[in-house]
Protein backbone atom coordinates (compact mmCIF):
# COMPACT_ATOMS: atom_id res chain seq x y z
CA UNK A 1 0.00 0.00 0.00
CA UNK A 2 1.25 3.21 -0.73
CA UNK A 3 0.14 6.29 1.39
CA UNK A 4 1.84 10.17 1.72
CA UNK A 5 0.62 11.98 4.31
CA UNK A 6 -0.12 15.80 3.19
CA UNK A 7 -0.42 18.76 5.23
CA UNK A 8 -0.99 21.92 3.82
CA UNK A 9 -0.95 24.85 6.77
CA UNK A 10 -2.36 28.04 6.31
CA UNK A 11 -0.33 30.22 4.74
CA UNK A 12 2.79 27.92 3.69
CA UNK A 13 3.55 24.99 1.34
CA UNK A 14 1.98 21.70 1.10
CA UNK A 15 4.57 18.87 2.93
CA UNK A 16 4.38 15.35 2.13
CA UNK A 17 5.59 12.65 4.00
CA UNK A 18 5.68 8.88 3.16
CA UNK A 19 3.96 6.66 5.00
CA UNK A 20 4.17 2.68 6.12
CA UNK A 21 2.23 0.62 7.58
CA UNK A 22 3.10 -0.59 11.39
CA UNK A 23 1.38 -3.19 13.25
CA UNK A 24 2.14 -1.98 16.73
CA UNK A 25 3.94 -4.29 19.21
CA UNK A 26 3.43 -4.47 23.16
CA UNK A 27 2.36 -1.12 24.76
CA UNK A 28 2.94 0.63 20.94
CA UNK A 29 0.04 1.08 18.94
CA UNK A 30 -0.61 0.30 15.75
CA UNK A 31 -0.41 3.16 12.72
CA UNK A 32 1.98 4.33 10.05
CA UNK A 33 5.10 4.98 10.68
CA UNK A 34 6.37 8.95 9.10
CA UNK A 35 9.19 9.39 7.02
CA UNK A 36 11.07 11.71 7.69
CA UNK A 37 10.60 10.59 11.57
CA UNK A 38 11.79 13.97 12.73
CA UNK A 39 8.26 15.50 12.04
CA UNK A 40 6.12 12.47 14.16
CA UNK A 41 7.49 9.02 15.09
CA UNK A 42 3.88 7.53 14.41
CA UNK A 43 0.60 8.58 13.45
CA UNK A 44 -2.33 6.90 14.87
CA UNK A 45 -6.06 7.45 14.23
CA UNK A 46 -6.34 10.08 16.87
CA UNK A 47 -3.68 11.99 15.49
CA UNK A 48 -4.78 11.67 12.16
CA UNK A 49 -8.41 12.88 13.54
CA UNK A 50 -6.44 16.15 14.81
CA UNK A 51 -4.47 16.70 11.79
CA UNK A 52 -7.42 16.36 9.99
CA UNK A 53 -9.79 18.54 12.06
CA UNK A 54 -7.37 21.38 12.69
CA UNK A 55 -4.83 21.47 10.04
CA UNK A 56 -6.82 19.90 6.95
CA UNK A 57 -4.17 17.33 6.20
CA UNK A 58 -5.38 13.97 3.96
CA UNK A 59 -3.80 10.85 3.13
CA UNK A 60 -3.21 10.10 -0.33
CA UNK A 61 -3.40 6.27 -0.56
CA UNK A 62 -3.88 3.53 -3.17
CA UNK A 63 -5.87 1.41 -0.52
CA UNK A 64 -8.54 3.71 1.30
CA UNK A 65 -9.69 0.31 3.13
CA UNK A 66 -6.45 -0.88 4.37
CA UNK A 67 -5.38 2.97 5.26
CA UNK A 68 -8.49 2.88 7.18
CA UNK A 69 -7.79 0.05 8.99
CA UNK A 70 -4.53 0.37 9.33
CA UNK A 71 -5.59 3.80 11.27
CA UNK A 72 -8.23 1.65 13.19
CA UNK A 73 -10.86 4.82 11.71
CA UNK A 74 -13.96 2.34 11.08
CA UNK A 75 -16.36 4.02 8.97
CA UNK A 76 -14.90 7.53 9.34
CA UNK A 77 -12.79 7.92 6.37
CA UNK A 78 -12.79 11.36 5.84
CA UNK A 79 -9.44 12.87 4.73
CA UNK A 80 -8.46 9.21 3.01
CA UNK A 81 -8.22 10.20 -0.40
CA UNK A 82 -8.10 7.86 -3.36
CA UNK A 83 -5.11 7.86 -6.01
CA UNK A 84 -4.13 5.20 -8.39
Given amino acids: MKATLVLRPDHAPERRFRLEPHAGRGDEPAGFKVRPASVLK ?3 GEAFKDLRD ?4 RI ?11 LHLGEDRSGLVPVS
Fill in 54 to 57: FLGA
Fill in 60 to 70: ETDDVRSAAEV
Fill in 42 to 44: LLD
